[in-house]
């Protein structure tokens, strides 16, 4: 099962819940991602490890991912850069520069959005009242995602969270210039104070645009961050 990142800041809003409207973040506040240990292989050397950016630099182009041998705490062995999954949005941003200019672009949508995706906290509503939501999920290879999405009431002390395990497929399509639409279709479990209080199936859809190498922004100006995948 996929592990759950308790973080204070995360990526979505449910769609099983019904009434809800997205707000802006309650906190505007960026968590970086955790730096990645990467291992290279060179020449047969072993090289590492280093963070994503420095794993960038020693790529020339996407290409040469296909070729090269890298290893990352919690593998068994080692890999081809391009099939590890935690690394493909990395390499699919190679040489599209950093973002720090506002015109950061993604040519393979698909190879960018896979890995594990945080957002910073937010605002939704849902009936009327204000909850905080996090959410966070893992985008597969082969169309299929685990997650979960936290929400809890504003300005409560010790409030009750529910969380909603979540397992489906997802899909990214071209909206616009460097503009995508997340959609997502999963059943899911949720649970309250470790007690399954319910069971069912949803779908939904996100506007998204790229916002640097390891980030998305949605129009409503929330940001979610790849992390690493914890071992």
């Known amino acids: 099962m996929f592990r759950l990142i308790l973080f204070l800041v995360v990526f979505s809003v449910p769609a099983y819940a019904q009434n809800v409207v997205l707000n802006a973040p309650r906190n505007n506040v960026n968590v970086p991602p955790p730096p990645m240990q990467i291992y290279?292989?060179?020449?047969?050397?072993?090289?590492?490890?280093?963070?994503?950016?420095?794993?960038?630099?020693?790529?020339?182009?996407?290409?040469?991912?296909?070729?090269?041998?890298?290893?990352?705490?919690?593998?068994?062995?080692?890999?081809?850069?391009?099939?590890?999954?935690?690394?493909?949005?990395?390499?699919?941003?190679?040489?599209?520069?950093?973002?720090?200019?506002?015109?950061?672009?993604v040519t393979d949508i698909q190879s960018y959005s896979l890995g594990v995706w945080i957002s910073q906290r937010f605002v939704w509503t849902l009936d009327g009242q204000d909850h905080n939501a996090i959410v966070q999920m893992k985008l597969l290879p082969d169309g299929k995602f685990e997650g979960a999405t936290l929400f809890w009431a504003l300005d409560t002390p010790n409030p009750d969270i529910n969380v909603y395990?979540?397992?489906?497929?997802?899909?990214?399509?071209?909206?616009?210039?460097?503009v995508f639409r997340l959609e997502r279709k999963y059943a899911y479990s949720q649970v309250l104070k470790d007690q399954l209080v319910g069971t069912g199936t949803a779908s939904e859809q996100f506007i998204v645009s790229p916002d640097g190498p390891n980030a998305l922004k949605t129009k409503e100006g929330i940001i979610f961050v790849r992390v690493p995948e914890a071992s």
């Open 40 to 105: 290279v292989l060179v020449d047969g050397q072993q090289v590492g490890p280093m963070d994503a950016d420095k794993f960038q630099s020693i790529l020339p182009n996407p290409e040469a991912a296909a070729s090269t041998y890298v290893w990352m705490p919690g593998m068994a062995k080692w890999e081809l850069a391009s099939t590890v999954p935690q690394l493909q949005g990395i390499i699919a941003a190679i040489g599209q520069g950093d973002g720090s200019d506002g015109n950061f672009k």
């Open 165 to 178: 395990h979540e397992k489906g497929d997802w899909t990214m399509s071209g909206e616009g210039d460097n």
